[in-house]
């Protein structure tokens, strides 16, 4: 069973930072991209965030300059280290990681709420 579980969301500040880290089990993803979406309130699941096998990062223009993606293949595990968070950033944001034909394996979401 392959599984993604994030961690780290919370309520914090705007300003203030948050990192967040998604650990997988169940299938190695080191050969694969892995990333960030957010959704927020009545919206679509919106891209944030990957990051190729090799740790080349991409990111959405709304989060360029304050996030950064990093993966750790020893510890199956990929992280999002958010800075200057503003309240725009409040969603639920789930961690994925690729699959062969297709297949994008996916967390369970964890809140973030930016307010002051």
């Known amino acids: 069973q392959v599984q993604l579980v994030e961690s780290g969301g919370g309520l914090v500040q705007p300003g203030e930072s948050l990192k967040l880290s998604c650990a997988a089990s169940g299938r190695s993803f080191s050969g694969y991209y892995m990333g960030w979406f957010r959704q927020f309130p009545g919206k679509e699941r919106e891209f944030v965030a990957r990051?190729?096998?090799?740790?080349?990062?991409y990111y959405a223009d709304s989060v360029q300059s304050r996030f950064t993606i990093s993966r750790d293949d020893s510890k199956n595990t990929v992280y999002l280290q958010m800075s200057r968070l503003k309240p725009e950033d409040t969603a639920v944001y789930f961690c994925y990681g690729d699959g062969v034909q297709g297949v994008t394996y996916w967390g369970r979401g964890t809140q973030v709420t930016v307010s002051s």
């Open positions: 990051i190729s096998w090799t740790g080349n990062p």
